[in-house]
C-alpha cells in the first residue's frame, strides 16, 4: 500500500526522522507494566522501535486508512490494533485494569485531552511520554511564578514527575508544523493519593486559573468560602504562586471550612 496521506482534520503531521522516534521510543524505563499503548502511530514510524522492546506494542488509531497501512505493514501487531478515538474508547476492554503505559506523537489539537483522559486512567498509568507542541509540553513541566503555570502544570504534577526531555524542529515532519514540538516523560508518584478530596481538588485549581490575575481571594468567591477563610494569607496570593503541595494545602482549608 502507498503511503498515507496526513488529514489536516485529524491534526496528523508524520514523523520522518527515525533516529529521533528511537529516542521517543527509548524515554520508557517499561517497569511495573507489560503493556503499551501508542496513541496515533500513523505509518508506524514510532511503533516499529516500540515492538522490539520486551513489552506488549497496542496502537489505537482513528484513521482507518493509517489502519489499514499498519495491518498490513507491521504483522506483529495482529490483533492489537484498535480502530477507535481514543478519548471516547474504555480502554479497560483491552487491558481490563491492568498497568500500561501511553507513548506518542499526539496530534496537537486534541494532545491536552489525551492528558486529561490520562489523568482519569491515572491508577492504571505509571508511565507516559510523548511529543507535543513544544509551548503545551512545556506547560505540563512547568513550575511555579511563571505565566505558562497553570491548570494542566498542576493537575499533572499532583500525580506525576514531569521531566521536559527535548525539543524537535519543524522540518522532520510531512508535512511541517508551524510550530516546534516537544518530548516530555510523565512518571507517576510512588504515592499519588491526594490527601484532600480529588474532586474538589481539581474544581479548587481550575476555578483560581480562570482569573489568574486575581488573587485567590477574588478568582474563589463562587465557592462561598467563609469570612474568617477569607482573611487566611493564602488568598493574598495569585494561583501561579502557589505549588502542588501549596494547592493541596489550600483544599484541605477549604474542605474544614466546610465546602
Do not use: W
Not at 491492568?98 to 494532545?111: E, H, L, R, V
Not at 499533572?156 to 521536559?164: G, L, R, S, T
Not at 522532520?172 to 474532586?199: A, Q, T
Not at 474568617?228 to 501561579?240: A, G, M, Q, V
Amino acid at each position: 500500500m502507498e503511503k498515507v496521506k496526513a488529514k489536516k482534520h485529524l491534526g496528523q503531521h508524520f514523523l520522518k526522522d527515525e533516529s529521533i522516534a528511537k529516542d521517543i521510543a527509548d524515554t520508557l524505563n517499561l517497569e511495573g507494566y507489560e503493556d503499551v499503548l501508542e496513541i496515533g502511530p500513523g505509518m508506524g514510524v514510532l511503533t516499529k522501535y516500540l515492538l522490539d522492546k520486551p513489552v506488549n506494542t497496542y496502537v489505537i488509531e482513528i484513521d482507518a486508512e493509517s489502519v489499514t497501512y499498519l495491518d498490513e505493514n507491521y504483522p506483529k501487531l495482529k490483533d492489537r490494533i484498535i480502530s477507535k478515538d481514543f478519548l471516547r474508547y474504555n480502554i479497560n476492554e483491552i487491558f481490563e485494569g491492568k498497568q500500561f503505559a501511553i507513548i506518542g506523537n499526539f496530534p496537537y489539537n486534541i494532545s491536552t485531552q489525551i492528558v486529561f483522559r490520562t489523568l482519569e486512567y491515572r491508577d492504571q498509568i505509571p508511565e507516559f511520554a510523548g511529543m507535543f507542541q513544544k509551548e503545551v509540553a512545556q506547560r505540563i513541566c512547568e513550575k511555579k511564578g511563571t505565566k505558562a503555570y497553570g491548570i494542566l502544570s498542576v493537575l499533572v504534577q499532583a500525580f506525576y514527575d514531569a521531566e521536559y526531555l527535548f525539543t524537535v524542529d519543524e522540518h522532520v515532519f510531512i508535512p511541517p508544523p508551524k510550530v516546534k514540538s516537544g518530548v516530555l516523560r510523565l512518571r507517576r508518584k510512588k504515592d499519588y493519593s491526594l490527601p484532600c478530596g480529588e474532586k474538589l481538588f481539581f474544581t479548587v485549581v481550575k476555578t483560581a486559573f480562570q482569573q489568574r490575575r486575581k488573587t485567590l481571594r477574588n478568582s474563589l468567591k463562587t465557592l462561598n468560602l467563609s469570612d474568617s477563610l477569607r482573611e487566611d494569607k493564602i488568598f493574598d496570593l495569585r494561583p501561579e504562586q502557589l505549588n502542588v503541595e501549596e494547592f493541596i494545602a489550600l483544599t484541605q482549608k477549604i474542605e474544614a471550612d466546610g465546602v
